[in-house]
């Protein structure tokens, strides 16, 4: 077994203690208070005393500080759903694990779901959150424990001591649309919900301003994760004006798209193009084989931990990164190339 490249981990790098003014804004009490309760000192109810103390052990006031970053996907608010299970997020906690261990961090990923309290007092330097939606109940508790942050997928704004990461969805939205365009596509739909982060508002705008350029009936239909079968995709590849081609945002689009089509009788790519945004390396064996979209998270989740571990060990915020996506063609959306003049190539 080769042993590993010391050149490849680096010195550890001192990490700050947590701070009564941290311990305050978890607790939600004044800075006196919290000195007052951990002193067993001054006037307050045995409650609150009790409440600061488990806030300060939670956070581990005193302690060494942590070496542990987290990492949440807070896509969807409050509800619970396993964004592990998904090949996409499964992908971006594997490379941030080792991007992190590789600067002598530890990395946890918490569960999707409310679990604001919890992040009030669980103990980590810092925090990357992936697809976080404007608003993000969890991003306001995490900055009012003033900690570092990244973002994978561009917030709205950006605090003081935080970072984004993200790919550039217009391009790649354009590049996807040209790329049916050019196989003969001119009725193009996507599927494109029910995130409101700002990688599924980006794809949609971008859309929106390629079909009005290119002349292309604008169609967008919401993703129904529970439709593991896709049947709600029927009515809109059933119709009579049915689309000729569907780009889906998400992993399981592509699937859903072909069992629709084949419940509709339309042959992918005769009748049907079809490309999705997945890093699931079953479509390389589905029939046909679809076209994918790799937002490359590897990159972006290693990107984001390098970042995060900057930011914890005393370097300014403010810092943005573009990572490149790949379009991946296959044999769904390789129906025969048009000239330009539009003939059938």
Same mark, same amino acid.
């Given at each position: 077994m080769n042993s590993p490249s010391t050149n490849r981990f680096r010195t550890l790098?001192? /990490?700050? *203690?947590?701070?009564?003014?941290?311990?305050? *804004?978890?607790?939600?009490v004044s800075v006196a208070t919290v000195s007052n309760a951990l002193n067993g000192t001054g006037r307050m109810a045995e409650s609150t005393r009790a409440r600061v103390r488990a806030t300060a052990?939670?956070?581990?006031?005193?302690?060494?500080?942590?070496?542990?970053?987290?990492?949440?996907?807070?896509?969807?608010?409050?509800?619970?759903?396993?964004?592990?299970?998904?090949?996409f997020y499964a992908r971006a906690i594997s490379a941030a694990t080792a991007a992190a261990h590789r600067r002598g961090y530890a990395l946890i990923a918490l569960p999707a779901g409310p679990?604001?309290?919890?992040?009030?007092?669980?103990? /980590?330097a810092g925090v990357v959150l992936l697809d976080?939606?404007?608003?993000?109940?969890?991003?306001? #508790?995490?900055?009012? *424990?003033?900690?570092?942050?990244?973002?994978?997928?561009?917030?709205?704004?950006?605090?003081?001591?935080?970072?984004? #990461?993200? !790919?550039?969805?217009?391009?790649?939205?354009?590049?996807?649309?040209d790329?049916?365009?050019?196989?003969?596509?001119?009725?193009?739909?996507?599927?494109?919900?029910?995130?409101?982060?700002h990688y599924t508002r980006s794809c949609l705008a971008?859309?929106?301003?390629?079909?009005?350029?290119?002349? !292309?009936?604008?169609?967008?239909?919401?993703?129904?994760?529970?439709?593991?079968?896709? *049947?709600?995709?029927?009515?809109?590849?059933?119709?009579s004006d049915s689309p000729d081609a569907v780009y889906g945002l998400y992993d399981p689009c592509g699937h859903r798209v072909l069992a629709s089509a084949a419940r509709c009788g339309l042959k992918v790519p005769r009748d049907l193009? #079809?490309?999705?945004?997945?890093?699931?390396p079953a479509y390389g064996a589905t029939a046909p084989p679809v076209s994918t979209v790799s937002l490359a998270p590897h990159r972006t989740a290693r990107a984001a931990v390098s970042a995060l571990v900057d930011l914890v060990e005393g370097a300014s915020g403010q810092v943005a990164q573009m990572i490149p996506a790949r379009l991946m063609p296959r044999e769904s959306s390789l129906r025969g190339a048009t000239t330009p003049s539009g003939a059938a190539g």
């Open positions: 790098t001192p /990490v700050p *203690r947590v701070t009564l003014a941290e311990v305050a *804004r978890a607790a939600e052990a939670a956070l581990g006031y005193g302690e060494p500080p942590p070496r542990t970053l987290g990492l949440a996907v807070t896509t969807y608010g409050t509800l619970s759903w396993d964004f592990a299970g998904i090949p679990a604001e309290a919890l992040w009030r007092t669980v103990p /980590v976080s939606p404007a608003d993000d109940p969890v991003v306001r #508790v995490l900055r009012e *424990r003033g900690l570092p942050l990244v973002f994978d997928g561009r917030p709205d704004r950006l605090g003081a001591r935080e970072a984004w #990461v993200d !790919n550039d969805h217009r391009a790649t939205t354009y590049e996807v649309l790329h049916l365009a050019s196989r003969g596509a001119r009725r193009i739909a996507l599927v494109a919900g029910p995130g409101e982060e971008a859309y929106e301003e390629w079909c009005a350029a290119h002349g !292309n009936p604008p169609r967008v239909v919401p993703l129904d994760f529970a439709d593991r079968e896709g *049947r709600t995709l029927d009515a809109l590849l059933g119709a193009l #079809v490309v999705c945004a997945s890093e699931d």
